[in-house]
């Protein structure tokens, strides 16, 4: 009896404690994503912190000169966990970034990708509010003041050493970069693109370093409740056509693979841009790779159809190689596909999360 | 060939010899071997010992620093400023920093402290992985789970933390009696003056076994412990093929003063450094067993060689060589070294063995704590002790095998007697050489932190008094050649210690390599118990102890608190300590800062002082070093030196003081300096004197009423005599392999002494059946010969008394402050001089006795013609 008393004591101490310390936990308020934000630039170029999540997603095609495509990813993330906002301490997490890279060389036949993860903060790891600069130790991707872009990244066996141009301007996705996600009014992001990027640089393999050109695609989105409960998981797809169209396209699936959402866009080279709704968006699975580290099973051949005022458009995306599979549980992140996608002179990237496990943001 | 081979002796006839002399003399080469196995295996033990100790504190070090490659840790609990961490980081050739908030922390009711760190677990991810924790599985029925990034808030949740193995199981099954740990169990922890509820969110699978660990997130360590803008450590990760020198130096450059650069070299330095001198000490008193055992060969192989010179005589004549004889005696004595040594190495392992499970790795001195470390095995060491048994066995044997071989045949072949001419003076020089280059080594200073001229000193010492020996004997007995004695057996008694006096000085090298070594160890250890008692009454001069358990890092009594103490009833007055560990190079251990209240003009009042205190210039913070501090860091009385607080503060050596407390040493400041200087006014101890006619219980039970409530859950009070007994205990368990070595040496010793007696008695079987016939009585006989052992014994005693004596004073003004920085006070315990006196002269007069009786036993007529 005595012990228990004195066990209550010692509860009931804590508790005074926890009370004592008085302040009481202040939890993040996120922003919430409004329809007919204006999207200015530079400064929607940097960071939104009061967002939960934001990236800065850049994939695109290469080529040593007369040799053979390569894809490459170099992506920034940033997010805001739900921390104690009254921790006064320089390293409370309240921005993490992250970042993802990764070089699919045909003749490797998987991806070579390494990450850096941090909190935001000491000047290690920063994402400017003013333009776009994300810096992770020894990674960084920057907008300079002739807007092109500059990203490093690498890492033990591979580097990359990027520019990319713009040659056309921001695409603002859905209604002037309000992009739907679900069919809740609040599953939206702000989210705008920079296709048809020319890439200048130098790509790093096995210790040799070559000079590569090509196209790329910069996607900017962020967030703060992006997907419906019922979602598992995305496919994603950002093509940059030949004759300078570019396709956007995705849908967002629940656990039975069925779409909970799509949308897109068509802009045509002179600026026309198409916005496309769930009923203008389909992605049929064509061919399906089975990963032999996760077992997961991945539509990495689709054709996606979209509806265009002129008529229905499909591309067949074909993979630049099948094993394009990202495991970055290591670093705390998803295990997804991210993969080179091309339909004859149609580059782009094809992104299928979810098909590992329900995918969480 | 024949000459080849009648020149050696064949190997049947080799081993018939061997076993023939053991088949006689069983107990004297059970004893040779014996010591010789005493000897190895207290060496290899303690040698296991220490390797086994170490390899657990190197791994302990390794479990709380990860795997990193080098590592900028604060020289005290204060931490230093954040802003070196991205400077570190940026360093050309460093690859990753990892920042760290370290904390001794406390669990309410837990006396053994734990190491609280608050990591960021990105960046500790690609430096210290090991210290990762991994989040217990979620209770069923939780809604979150998948992967991403959702559960990110779970890591970063400023209350969850991650328990080692070892610390999970302690808090389960602890005094506080919680039941198994689940995953959100809630746990108060105390560190840094703060007491924080944490929730358990997983264990680390990481940590060592045994290791006290809890992890959680850095800025949760730093806003909950009051830790904001300070870390105690940066882990670094270099580049890979980083020019490590110029990484080194260039961090080096830009450290402020209260950080250091930590190597894994410069902490395996420190942890060595710690316990270096109490290993050296304790494997040198195995050697100087092992030298002992040494000795009991030679007296043992030299009788074992007197008792057969007509043997070997007939040997020689048959036509053996020279050679052969020597061979064969260094042989024998091999063979008893080998067996012994043999021995030796199996009981070291036992010995180790238990005492890691009784004593722990320090054997109980108190140097490393944590983990119980698991027994390594050296086959290194076992060649090299098992080589230095078999040496000082063939060392032993080498002089009476010299002899053996040197006799002239024709002589010896007659005469089993003495071949010593007893009316020759026994020679001295050699003996006065060795104990004057014994006592110029004495005066030597310590060599790499170790006294080793003090050790070979006490080497030269034993080695000059037992070659002194024969000399002495003769000395010693002069006075009594003279005399006229009523009794005929005391005469004959003396006649024949006179006129044997090589075989007297052989029985007697034993003695007194035994009893000198013995004697020299127990009034070093008596003195320094003295030495402590009388210190443990100068700095408990109070009537009350109090002080909070767990480190005493962890936290302590506020200002407001402390006034609360002093206006109690019954209180008539309160002195507050505090002491933090204060790193004043990264080689050394840290030494404590103390907080005492003491008056700048005054701390003879509260500390033991040595020699006069130093006027304090004006406007200087004066502090008062520990022996131990004060040696270990090159300081005197009215130096200056810098301790690295507060961005580096000068001070004035105000004084040295004795502690026997803290063998790393202690700094010790005024009250109010160290509050000034460290911004800490909290004090973890203070000692209380009531007032007259006070009852203890009464003021206790007010004491705990007035502290706050968590401090007053750890807070333990103490009577002065109780820490004295605790004390006390503590030394003597520290001491306890000490007192096991002085045991074995006194055994080893008087198990020599009755063998030697014994082997010489029954070797005179013929005296005495001439002593028979010409009319002696079997009784006088028996009267001689215990006459003759207790001579012999007293002999001994006196010259052992005296070399051991002389020895106890290099090892208490040499030994002791060379290897652990302190002084102490002779004290004689005269009890043990006693009682070894009474049992040594008892042990050689009965051991006379019962071979006397042995070898009277025989028939007269038969004892004689033996001769032939």
Known sequence: MRAILSRLGLCLMALLITAAGGDARVAPVYAPVTAGTPITFPRDHGAHPEFRTEWWYVTGWVEVQGGEPMGFQVTFFRTRPNVDQANPSAFAAKQILFAHAALADPAVGKLLHDQRVARAGFGLAEASEADGAVVIDDWSLRRGGDDRWRSRAGGADFNLDLTFAPTQPPLLQGQGGFSRKGPAAGQASHYYSLPQMAVTGAVTRGGKTQKVTGRAWLDREWSSTLLDPAAVGWDWAGINLADGSALTAFQVRDAAGKPVWAGGSWRRPEGQLTALGPADVTFAPLRRWRSPRTKALYPVEQAITVRLPEGPRTLTLKPLFDDQELDSRAGGGPVYWEGAVSDGSARGYLELTGYFEKLTL | MTSGSSARISLPAMAWLILGEWRTQPVRVATAAIAIAVGVALGFGVHLINASALTEFSRAIATVNGDADLQVASVSPAGFDEALYPRLARVAGVARASPVVQLTAALPGEAQGLTLIGLDIFRAAAVTPGLLGRPDPAPSGDPSGGSGFGDAGAVFDETAVFLSPALREAVTEGPSRRPALQRGAVLSLSAADRTVPVTVAGTLPGVAEGRRIAVMDIAAAQWRFGQLGRLQRVDLKLVAGADREAVQAAIARMLPPEAELVTRESQSRRSDSLSRAYRVNLNMLALMALLTGGFLVFSAQSLSVARRRSQFALLRVLGTRRRALLIQVLIEGGVVGAVGALLGLGLGVLLADTALRLLGGDLGGGYFSGGRPDLVFAPVAALVFFGLGLLCAVGGSLLPAREASLAQPAVALKNAGDAVDPSQRPAIGLALCLLLAGAACAFGPAIGGLPLLGYASMALLLAGGVAAMPWLARALLSPLQGARFSAPSTELAVRRLWGAPS???????????????????????????GSVDDWLGQVLPDDLYMRFSGPSEAGGLDPAGQARLLTLPGVAGVHFTRSQPLRLSPESPAVALVAQGIRREDPGARLPMIGSPRPIPAGATPVWLSEPAAWIHGKRAGDWMVLPIAGGQKVFVAGLWRDYARQNGAVILTSEDYSRLTGDNLRAEASIALKPGADVAAVTARLKA???????????????????????????????????????????????VAATVSAQTLARTKEFGMLRHIGVRRGQITAMLAQEGALLGAVGVAAGLTLGLVMSQVLIHVVNPQSFHWTMETRLPWALFGIVTVALIGASAGAALLAGRRALSLDAVRAVREDW
């Not at chain 2, 090298?509 to 250890?525: H, R």
């Open chain 2, 503 to 529: 075989q007297a000085a052989v029985a007697l090298c034993g003695i007194v390599a035994s009893t000198s070594l013995m004697i020299a160890m127990a009034v070093m250890v008596a003195s320094f118990r």
């Open chain 2, 706 to 752: 007035a502290l706050p409530a968590d401090l007053a859950v750890r807070a333990q009070f103490a009577r002065p005599g109780e820490i004295r007994a605790i004390a006390l205990g503590l030394f003597d368990r520290s001491f306890a392999i000490t007192y096991v070595l002085e045991l074995v040496a006194i055994l080893v010793g008087l198990a020599g």
